[in-house]
């Protein structure tokens, strides 16, 4: 439910209402709309009554939330959320590019990665210590020393690092090194490492399962917000479809849909939405001119020779050229890069 305020409405009013809510037990979000406070109701709303609320002054009306989430709705929150990593801004009016190996590998790969990305104009490096591989068998990441990898990689270029954690244990250590928790498509409804990483004070990037409805994206978003983390970047990645020339099927339609249902921002991933490099540099323009704020790219300084991904990896001088493609892009759709 949320409750909007007349225009004209007090603060002595908003405060009222809010303290009325208080009292049946309710939690309460303040946001503006239009010259007008809306203020969202969180909690078990059966049994009570709230016509009560709908009679106070400066009430307009009590309208109900049509969607199963709240926190990441619009209706909820109707201006864009801007979530800042150091010096980078996801969700304003640059498009940001986080771009970087799939794997943590060495640190001279690592280092050549992150200086390809800072000098094609990235905004932060990617990179996974933790790696959720379908075989046991396949190259797990280097754990911890990976982390220091990318930590340095961070002091050398000044690039925040994105990284990937894999379950609720793992969010004390990661959250020590990383600038941003990546959630992967694999543990986009692992509730307990949601809670956790809603309790990280850093901000997610929490990417939609291969399997997973936006509706469903959403509601783990939820779980993050409603843990005490408003800093969230959906990103859609690809999902499974009958389609096999390509590893997942990007759902561009995803992009100007959680547009329009959620203030959180929103990044494509090309790399695994693809799963080939000669497709990522288009698909990547059709992700910014859909409205994406950014983009997740892999990048790998010899991706013949990479431990993982490395089919769908851009060489540095394809990255070169990507951003000088979506660069065009941006500048179309009214956006910097
Ligand atoms: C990744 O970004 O390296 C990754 C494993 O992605 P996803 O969770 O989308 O498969
Ligand atoms: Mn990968």
Not at 48 to 77: H, N, Q, W
Not at 78 to 84: F, Q
Not at 262 to 287: E, N, Q, R, Y
């Amino acid at each position: 439910m949320v409750i909007v305020m007349k225009p004209e409405a007090t603060e002595a009013d908003i405060k009222y209402v809010i303290r009325r809510a208080t009292s049946l037990g309710l939690k309460t979000h303040v946001s503006q709309q239009n010259g007008s406070t809306l203020i969202g109701l969180l909690g078990d709303l059966r049994g009570l009554d709230l016509e009560v609320l709908a009679g106070l002054r400066g009430v307009e009306r009590v309208s109900a939330m049509t969607r199963p989430y709240r926190l990441a709705s619009i209706e909820f929150k109707p201006e864009p959320t801007v979530v800042k990593i150091r010096d980078c801004v996801v969700g304003g009016e640059r498009v940001v590019v986080a771009a970087g190996p799939c794997s943590v590998e060495t640190r001279e790969r690592l280092n050549a990665a992150a200086t390809c990305v800072r000098e094609a104009g990235g905004s932060m490096l990617r990179g996974g210590a933790f790696k959720p591989r379908s075989s046991p068998y396949s190259f797990q990441g280097l754990a911890e020393e990976g982390l220091k990898l990318l930590a340095d990689a961070r002091e050398a270029t000044g690039l925040p690092i994105v990284t990937e954690v894999l379950s609720s244990e793992q969010v004390p250590l990661v959250t020590r090194y990383a600038d941003v928790l990546q959630v992967g498509a694999r543990n986009m409804q692992n509730f307990a490492l949601l809670h956790a990483v809603g309790e990280a004070g850093i901000p997610v990037l929490l990417k939609r399962g291969m399997m997973s409805t936006i509706e469903e994206l959403l509601l783990s978003a939820e779980y993050v917000l409603s843990h005490g983390n408003p800093n969230v970047i959906l990103c859609e990645r690809g999902i499974r479809t009958f389609e096999t020339y390509t590893r997942n099927t990007l759902d561009i339609n995803a992009v100007p849909a959680l547009k329009e249902l959620t203030h959180l921002p929103v990044i494509v991933d090309p790399s695994h939405a693809t799963g080939k490099a000669s497709l990522v540099t288009a698909v990547s323009k059709a992700a910014v001119a859909a409205g994406a704020d950014g983009l997740l790219v892999e990048v790998h300084p010899d991706r013949e020779n990479a431990w993982s991904d490395g089919f769908q990896s851009l060489t540095p001088q394809e990255f070169h050229t990507l951003m000088e493609e979506v660069k065009k892009v941006a500048a179309a759709v009214g956006r910097t890069l």
